[in-house]
C-alpha cells in the first residue's frame, strides 16, 4: 500500500495509465541519475547528459511510448520506492532502521583493503570475497573513469584486483545502472555493491523481469547521505586552479578513514583537502534533489547496508578503519558469517541500534522528516514518487507535531517556488535559441 495518501487531483502521482514522462520525472526533482531508463529504452531512444548543473540525467532522444513509460514509472527510484519485504521476518525490525538480522562494527580483514576502502573496506571485501570463493562471476559497481578521474563509470569487476580499484566512495553522479539490460543478458551470476536507491530501482524491476532475481545474487549498500553534483567536485579544482583535463586522479576520500581528498595532475603535481574541509560548509554540499525526500538512504533493500562508524562524532584526519555493517537479510548473514569465517572480515565488537542512531544522527532526522517533506510536496501539487512498506508515517510520529508541520511548510514552500525542482535535462554546451 502506499504511504503518500494524495488524490491525483492534488499532485500527479506515477500511475500505469497516466505514466510521468522522463521530463515530468527530472524537473520535479525526482531523478537521481542511475541510468535505468537508459538501459529499459535503448541507447537509441535515450541517452545520459552531464546537465551544466552537473546531474547525470536522462535525455529522450525522441518520444517514448505509453508502455516504455509506464515499465520507466515502474522501476524508477523517483517514481517507485517499495521498502523490504522480510520486515516481519528479520530478528529486529526498527521502525527507523528497519530489519536488522545482525549489526556489528567491523571492517576488512586484509589491511590493504582496510586502508584503501572508504571507512573500513568491508564493501571491497565483501566484493572480492564473492569473487574469490567462486559465488559470483562479477560485481557490478563504480570506479572512477579511467580518462575523466573525476567522473565515475559504472565498473565491472572479475577478480580482486579490480575490486579494489573501485573502492572508495564516490559522492558525484554515478549512473550504476545504466547498461544493466545486458548485464542481465550475460546469464551470469554476479554481485550489486551501490547506492541504496540503485538497489531500489534493480529490486523494481525484479518484478517485472525474472532474469533479475535469477542472477543477481547478492545486493550490498552503503548508507547514503546523498549524490553531490559534479559542480561541487568542480569547486574543488576551482579552489586549485586547475582544469578537468589536466587531472590524472581524482580521489574523494579513502586511503586512511576518511583519508583525504587528493588530486593528481598529469604533469606530477598534488593537492590534498581534508574530508572536513571538503565538506566545512552544508551550504555548498550540493546534494541532488532527490536525495531530500530518500525514504530509504540506508539500504532497507539490500542483503548488507555499511555505513561509516566515526565514534567520535565524526572523522579526525585519520580514524581508524571501521565500518558499522547492518545485516539485513538471511542470506546477508549467510555471506557475513563465511566472510567472517574466512577472515575477510574482522568484527570489532556488536553494535546495535542505539549506537547507529548517535552514529548516524542525521540519517535518523531524516527518516522522520520525509514523510512530512512528501506531504508537503503534494500539497503544492507536485508528483511524488509511490512508497510502500517504509513506515514513513510511523517515522514521522517520532517527530513533534511542531516538527512535521514545519517540515511539511518548509517543503511545500521551497517546492512553489520550484526549489525542489530541477531544470529540463540538456547536454552541457547546449546553446539556447530564441525561437
Ligand atoms: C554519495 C555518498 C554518500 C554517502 N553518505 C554516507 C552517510 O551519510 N553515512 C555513512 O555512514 N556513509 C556514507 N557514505 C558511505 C561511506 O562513504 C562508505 O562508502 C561506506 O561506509 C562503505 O565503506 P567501505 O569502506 O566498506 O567502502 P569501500 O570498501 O571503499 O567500497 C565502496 C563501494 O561503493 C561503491 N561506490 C562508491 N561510490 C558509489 C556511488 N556514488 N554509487 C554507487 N556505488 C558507489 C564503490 O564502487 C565500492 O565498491 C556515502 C557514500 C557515498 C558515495
Ligand atoms: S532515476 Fe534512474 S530510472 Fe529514474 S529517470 Fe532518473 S535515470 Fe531514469
Ligand atoms: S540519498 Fe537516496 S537518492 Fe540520494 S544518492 Fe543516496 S540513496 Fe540515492
Not at 495509465?17 to 527530472?26: F, N
Not at 530501482?201 to 543477481?216: F, G, I, Q, T
Not at 547492518?326 to 566472510?339: H, M, N, P, S, W
Request: glycine share 10%; with cysteine.
Amino acid at each position: 500500500m502506499g504511504l503518500i495518501e494524495t488524490s491525483r487531483s492534488q499532485a500527479k502521482m506515477p500511475h500505469p495509465a497516466d505514466p510521468l514522462t522522463l521530463s515530468e520525472i527530472v524537473e520535479n526533482g525526482l531523478c537521481i541519475g542511475c541510468g535505468l531508463c537508459r538501459s529499459i529504452a535503448g541507447p537509441g531512444d535515450v541517452d545520459m547528459v552531464m546537465t551544466p548543473e552537473g546531474r547525470e540525467r536522462p535525455l529522450a532522444l525522441r518520444a517514448l511510448d505509453k508502455p516504455t513509460l509506464a515499465k520507466i514509472n515502474a522501476v524508477c527510484p523517483g517514481t517507485r520506492i517499495a521498502g523490504p519485504p522480510q520486515m516481519n521476518e528479520a530478528a529486529l525490525a526498527d521502525t527507523v532502521w528497519g530489519p536488522v538480522e545482525r549489526l556489528v562494527l567491523g571492517r576488512a580483514g586484509d589491511p590493504t583493503v582496510r586502508f584503501v576502502g572508504s571507512g573500513g573496506g568491508t564493501l571491497t571485501a565483501l566484493g572480492q570475497f564473492l569473487l574469490n570463493s567462486g559465488r559470483v562471476k562479477f560485481v557490478l559497481h563504480v570506479a572512477a573513469s579511467r580518462a575523466m578521474p573525476m567522473r565515475t563509470e559504472r565498473r565491472l569487476s572479475f577478480d580482486a584486483a579490480f575490486v579494489l580499484e573501485g573502492a572508495g566512495s564516490r559522492y558525484g553522479p554515478a549512473a550504476t545502472l545504466v547498461d544493466f539490460n545486458d548485464i542481465l543478458h550475460r546469464g551470469e551470476p554476479f554481485a550489486l555493491i551501490a547506492k541504496p536507491c540503485d538497489i531500489t530501482a534493480v529490486r523494481n524491476l525484479a518484478r517485472l523481469d525474472p532474469r533479475v532475481d535469477e542472477h543477481m545474487r547478492y545486493a550490498l549498500a552503503f548508507v547514503c547521505g546523498g549524490a553531490s553534483d559534479l559542480t561541487k567536485s568542480e569547486q574543488v579544482l576551482q579552489r586549485f586552479g586547475l582544469r578537468e583535463d589536466e587531472l590524472a586522479l581524482f580521489r574523494y576520500r579513502g586511503h586512511g578513514n576518511p583519508g583525504l581528498n587528493r588530486i593528481e595532475t598529469r604533469d606530477g603535481r598534488a593537492f590534498e583537502i581534508s574530508y572536513r574541509q571538503l565538506w566545512e560548509d552544508e551550504d555548498k554540499w550540493m546534494i541532488q534533489p532527490r536525495c531530500k525526500i530518500c525514504p530509504d538512504a540506508i539500504g532497507q533493500v539490500a542483503d548488507i547496508a555499511v555505513s561509516d562508524a566515526w565514534l567520535n562524532g565524526g572523522p579526525a584526519l585519520e580514524d581508524e578503519p571501521l565500518n558499522g555493517i547492518i545485516v539485513r537479510t538471511k542470506r546477508g548473514q549467510e555471506l557475513f558469517d563465511a566472510a567472517v569465517e574466512a577472515g575477510v572480515l574482522g568484527i570489532k565488537r556488536e553494535s546495535g541500534i542505539a549506537e547507529i542512531s548517535e552514529l548516524q544522527s542525521h540519517q535518523v532526522r531524516k527518516r522522520r522528516a520525509i514523510w512530512a517533506r512528501l506531504k508537503g510536496m503534494a500539497i503544492a501539487g507536485k508528483p511524488v514518487p509511490f512508497i510502500s512498506d517504509l513506515a514513513l508515517r510511523e517515522c514521522a510520529v517520532q517527530n513533534s507535531l511542531a516538527e512535521n508541520l514545519a517540515e511539511g511548510r518548509g517543503a511545500r514552500d521551497r517546492a512553489r517556488r520550484g526549489r525542489l525542482g530541477e531544470p529540463p535535462a540538456m547536454p552541457r554546451g547546449t546553446v539556447l535559441r530564441d525561437p
